[in-house]
């Protein structure tokens, strides 16, 4: 039977208990938390709202085996777990009665990084997370921080260490949210505090403004000494508003303490305007004008202007109908679907009677833990957590907290007002509107003024004509991905004024643009297959009819719009299945959280971001992160966007990112060559495309594409230089990139890439070269293999017969008709090529006489000429013309009479 290590605190555990199960189990890899019987009340409200966040288990869920060793933390008591016998060994991370002695065999924990009489037992193991540099999610560091802050009084304690600050501190930068730390913290009163706390409270006025719930106490306590900012968290505790003022009379002074839970409701700006001071939400103020029921009025006046609508369920949950199961599905089915479309519950619709009634939900864990029983074939709800909870989209999330605390659901569906599912919130969702008041987060970005600056007035407005149009259909639309991360970088100008932009529509594409081109002209091109649908706005046959599109000299050609849809992989590297889905499933289907992001465009909402991924946190670190383990597997091509990205940014691969993107190099051989080609000549087009390809080949994925493929110094510095050349103003370079012919640098980029792979053997034939028969040299493998472009294939068969020739270029005695002859059957694109990566002095002067001067030498003598001297037309003329362009290059002869008389000569042999 196997052997475990199990992590054990005592019972009627407090916060410090969890947090140091959780913080043992990040230190110790393979042992398992295992959670008391008895648990605090708030403890418990935590733990129901984001348990499966973290890997505790419950006593009962203890896999068989043995316990060979258990840790426990935070105390040195403990219920046995199943497992458990005479030869567990323990070990003790505890830091009350650090001078007891400990039962025999039992030994304390070594690694503490000093003496273990600290304000909180998660301070011993917050400090070793630190000197192992872990990362910590939000989740995991704010559990940890209400481990510190609930036993040490908020770190005011008198058994608190600096220890424990400096813990609490780093838990702050690792993400740990306050506002969280003070929903589940609970402070003592004072008697005073007491007395004054309960006539406040009877006294306690109740109001809704702007649909936040608001609480003013009021009351006269000349004598009271006391602190009343503590009054304040009690009122809030017990009636739980968005808001609360405390105003009391103090005889030579009124005082005002404010908290609110949101930025909706601006203490602080209250606080200022009666002469006071804080912030969003904790202010306060001493008024010595006016008595208390003036100051209350006062209160309200400003609250009214100060105050803003909430935020709803509406804001942060996943829109569109979820996948439903019925009662009488089978489980495997069930659990089939939750790994297809990666949701961790789904409602359970029994629609018997003709109408839809939820009776329950199932969970991934409820569906796996049948499974693990072999009941996978028994019904949905025999396994399923019955009952018919759901939400109203306006609902606040205050009201969808306690819905979850009470339910113990951590997916709620959204009903309209006929009891219609149309979307679900959960418990993912709270997590990320938590990360919005992370530190990362705390300043906002102003999207409505970037994206006013970066747009011009024609493409504001259509965007704002689009919100609109969908907004009266009962839809929603947004513009995601790459366009809103380079606006929030600051680089969506260089975009050269084009409307390039993905706009994602929760609800039917189609017919909203069609409604659109209704209202205001252009031509609709649908694809009913994809859901998608381009409104053409540059047609002549099928004008725009809006006065102020007409006008407008900056409309773009067309917008794309494409429905909101999710997709899943049936093999590795494979395209994958498209269905329907919410904006949020839309951009999880996205490669990394950095393209992730979403500006709402409907006017209730309009310039909100959208982040449930944590892309901005990324976007700031410069971090490029996958969204899940398997996306390097589902699709290898993002290995090359991964580099792109990182080079182009100037990012850095995340580390968990990058060990994915190392394991999946090999699936880099299953992508087509299509694909493979296609990222590559993306990555060609970066300003500076030779550091992600040196990147490409320090991963070893150049090798996986081409075994022969390399990078090294050298190559580096021929795409700078032939950057440079690109803008240089000789013959060459003219003739290379601007003259009627020129090639892209792109194509050249490729030719840099190949030409060491080119044979230097065997030329092409006249037949390839002239393109009237296909290539069939040895290069065809390497062409293949990247299939490329029509275009870039004729330009490696011009490259491959320079190479060929290039020793008869490099010979002092070759003729300089000999290498006209050569040049000619090669483009002025390839010439520049030969001349950045041969070190040559005669080539590189042979080449330059060519453009210059050998290029433009021509008989005067034509073919007209030599029939009047008598000469019947045929093959032969192009082999005299050829010969006296050989003589003039040569020297043979001069310009003039020269010709002609040896042309006569010709003529006569």
Same mark, same amino acid.
Do not use: C
């Given at each position: 039977m196997p052997n475990y290590t199990v992590i054990l605190t005592h019972e009627h555990a407090d916060f410090d208990a969890l947090a140091s199960l959780l913080g043992a189990a990040l230190l110790f890899p393979g042992a398992i938390p295992v959670l008391p019987r008895t648990i605090n009340r708030n403890?418990?409200?935590?733990?129901?709202?984001?348990?499966?966040?973290?890997?505790?288990? !419950?006593?009962?869920?203890?896999?068989?085996? !043995?316990?060979?060793?258990?840790?426990?933390? $935070?105390?040195?008591?403990?219920?046995?777990?199943?497992?458990?016998?005479?030869?567990?060994?323990?070990?003790?991370?505890?830091?009350h009665s650090v001078d007891d002695p400990l039962p025999d065999g039992w030994r304390c924990w070594e690694d503490a990084l000093g003496p273990m009489n600290v304000g909180a037992n998660t301070t011993l193991l917050v400090e070793k997370l630190m000197v192992q540099h872990q990362d910590l999610n939000p989740i995991e560091a704010t559990l940890l921080a209400l481990g510190i802050y609930e036993d040490t009084g908020s770190l005011i304690y008198k058994s608190t260490t600096h220890r424990d600050l400096r813990g609490a501190a780093w838990l702050l930068e690792q993400g740990a949210n306050l506002e969280v730390l003070n929903r589940f913290m609970n402070y003592p009163l004072s008697e005073d505090q007491?007395?004054?706390?309960?006539? #406040?409270?009877?006294?306690?006025?109740?109001?809704?403004?702007?649909?936040?719930?608001?609480?003013?106490?009021?009351?006269?306590?000349? $004598?009271?000494?006391? !602190?009343?900012?503590?009054?304040?968290?009690?009122?809030r505790e017990i009636y739980d508003p968005d808001g609360i003022f405390v105003i009391v009379d103090l005889g030579d002074r009124i005082q005002v303490v404010a908290r609110s839970t949101t930025d909706a409701v601006n203490v602080g700006k209250v606080a200022e305007e009666l002469g006071g001071g804080g912030h969003n939400r904790a202010a306060a103020a001493l008024v010595r004008e006016g008595d208390l029921d003036e100051v209350r009025q006062r209160v309200v006046s400003l609250l009214r202007k100060y105050t803003h609508p909430a935020t709803t369920v509406r804001q942060i949950m996943s829109r569109g109908r979820p996948q439903l199961l019925t009662p009488d599905m089978a489980v495997d089915e069930a659990a089939q679907r939750m790994r297809r479309w990666g949701h961790e519950g789904f409602p359970v619709v029994d629609e018997e009677s003709g109408k839809e009634e939820l009776v329950g939900i199932l969970t991934r864990r409820e569906a796996d833990r049948a499974i693990d029983h072999k009941l996978g074939s028994?019904?949905?709800?025999?396994v399923m957590s019955a009952g018919n909870i759901t939400i109203r989209p306006d609902a606040s999330i205050d009201e969808l907290h306690r819905l979850m605390i009470e339910s113990g659901w951590g997916q709620i569906p959204v009903v309209d007002d006929a009891g219609k599912i149309i979307g679900i919130v959960t418990r993912t969702d709270l997590i990320k509107l938590w990360a919005e008041v992370g530190p990362i987060s705390e300043q906002l970005p102003d999207v409505t003024r970037q994206l006013s600056e970066t747009l011009s007035a024609t493409q504001y407005q259509l965007l704002q004509m689009a919100g609109e149009t969908a907004s009266d259909m009962g839809y929603s639309v947004y513009v995601v991905g790459g366009f809103v991360r380079d606006l929030l970088l600051d680089r969506a100008k260089e975009r050269n004024g084009v409307l390039d932009m993905d706009i994602v529509v929760e609800g039917d594409a189609i017919a909203l643009?069609?409604?659109?081109?209704?209202?205001?002209?252009?031509?609709?091109?649908?694809?009913?297959?994809?859901?998608?649908?381009?409104?053409?706005?540059?047609?002549?046959?099928?004008?725009?009819?809006?006065?102020?599109l007409q006008k407008a000299t900056d409309l773009p050609a067309h917008l794309d719009f494409v429905t909101a849809r999710t997709e899943f992989y049936t093999e590795p590297t494979v395209l994958p299945t498209v269905a329907q889905g919410s904006i949020k499933l839309d951009l999880h289907r996205r490669d990394f959280t950095i393209n992730?992001?979403?500006?709402?465009?409907?006017?209730?909402?309009?310039?909100? #971001?959208?982040?449930?991924?944590?892309?901005?946190?990324? #976007?700031?670190?410069?971090?490029?992160?996958?969204?899940?383990?398997?996306?390097?597997?589902?699709?290898?091509?993002?290995i090359l966007r991964a580099v792109r990205y990182e080079q182009r940014f100037g990012f850095t691969i995340e580390p968990r990112s990058m060990e994915l993107l190392r394991d999946a190099v090999e699936l880099i051989d299953r992508v087509s060559p299509a694909r493979i080609r296609h990222e590559l000549e993306r990555m060609l087009q970066e300003e500076e495309p030779e550091k992600a390809m040196r990147r490409l080949h320090d991963l070893g994925v150049l090798r996986t594409i081409q075994p022969q493929w390399g990078v090294d110094e050298t190559l580096n510095a021929q795409f700078a230089a032939l950057r440079a050349r690109s803008q240089a103003d000789d013959p060459l370079a003219r003739a290379a990139f601007h003259a009627e012919g020129g090639e892209p640098i792109v194509r050249l980029y490729w030719g840099l890439l190949v030409y060491p792979l080119l044979p230097a053997t065997q030329p092409p034939t006249n037949e390839e070269l002239d393109e009237s028969q296909p290539p069939g040299g040895p290069d065809d493998e390497i062409i293949g293999r990247l299939m490329l472009r029509g275009a870039t294939q004729r330009f490696m068969r011009k490259l491959r017969h320079l190479k060929a020739h290039l020793p008869e270029l490099r010979d002092p005695s070759t003729r300089p008709s000999r290498i006209v002859v050569i040049l000619d059957r090669a483009t002025p694109a390839a010439l520049l090529l030969i001349s950045l990566v041969e070190d040559d002095p005669l080539l590189h002067e042979r080449l330059r006489r060519y453009i210059e001067t050998w290029q433009q030498i021509r008989p005067s003598l034509d073919g007209h000429a030599l029939r009047r001297l008598g000469l019947r037309p045929g093959p032969v003329y192009g082999e005299i013309l050829s010969r006296l362009r050989a003589a003039l290059l040569d020297g043979e002869i001069q310009p003039g009479e020269e010709e002609r008389e040896l042309v006569e000569r010709l003529m006569g042999s």
């Open positions: 403890g418990r409200a935590f733990l129901s709202l984001y348990k499966n966040q973290f890997p505790f288990i !419950e006593p009962k869920e203890m896999p068989r085996g !043995e316990v060979d060793l258990a840790i426990l933390v $935070d105390t040195r008591s403990f219920n046995s777990v199943k497992g458990m016998d005479k030869q567990t060994q323990f070990r003790v991370i505890d830091h007491l007395t004054l706390s309960q006539r #406040l409270a009877d006294a306690s006025e109740h109001l809704e403004i702007a649909g936040q719930s608001i609480v003013i106490a009021a009351a006269h306590a000349p $004598d009271f000494k006391d !602190e009343l900012s503590a009054l304040a968290h009690k009122l028994r019904p949905v709800h025999k643009i069609e409604t659109m081109r209704q209202q205001y002209g252009g031509r609709v091109v649908p694809h009913h297959r994809f859901g998608t649908a381009k409104w053409i706005l540059d047609d002549p046959d099928a004008p725009v009819h809006a006065d102020f992730t992001l979403a500006i709402v465009l409907t006017p209730d909402r309009w310039g909100d #971001l959208l982040d449930f991924y944590g892309g901005l946190s990324d #976007l700031r670190r410069g971090l490029i992160r996958v969204l899940h383990s398997l996306s390097f597997v589902d699709d290898a091509t993002r």
